[in-house]
């Protein structure tokens, strides 16, 4: 009887250490911009975009300080901005900045590919001059 319970308890453990993660995870994997057939978008364009980073984006009052900041997020389905990560910090709060403005953007168009809505990869640099 032991053994038959232990047994039991192996092939259920088993069925967790060696599942799969099911296809439909494994297609909402975020794209890259290039691949989207349709690019999302914020609304009124990328030009209202960087508009936004502009008022929005307070930049510290350190002597000197300029570069290229460069943000990476994913633009969902729904619109909404998520995984927000800094690829390049200028220091001084600089990175904080930027994601908490990414993050106040309101949501965008979604990506397409195929006919469907996708979670798109988008990277967005924020130049500093002092």
């Known amino acids: 009887m032991k053994k038959i319970l232990l047994l039991a308890m192996f092939m259920l453990a088993a069925q967790f250490i060696f599942a799969q993660a099911p296809l439909s ?23 209202e975009f ?3 980073i502009g008022q929005n984006f307070v ?6 300080l300029s570069g290229t900041i460069k943000v990476s997020f ?3 389905v729904s619109g909404k901005i998520t995984e927000i990560k800094i690829l ?3 220091g001084s709060g ?3 900045e ?3 403005v990414v993050a106040k953007s309101p949501n965008w168009l979604p990506g397409e590919r195929d006919g469907k809505q996708v979670r798109v ?6 130049i500093i001059k002092s």
């Open 50 to 52: 960087m508009k936004f």
């Open 74 to 76: 994913v633009v969902e």
């Open 121 to 126: 990869t988008f990277q967005l640099p924020i």
């Open 25 to 47: 995870v494994a297609k909402s994997l975020p794209i890259n911009y290039e691949d989207a057939e349709v690019k999302p978008e914020f609304p009124g364009g990328y030009n």
């Open 94 to 96: 600089t990175g904080a």
């Open 88 to 90: 390049n910090d200028l």
């Open 98 to 100: 930027a994601k908490r």
């Open 59 to 64: 930049t510290p009052e350190v002597e000197g």
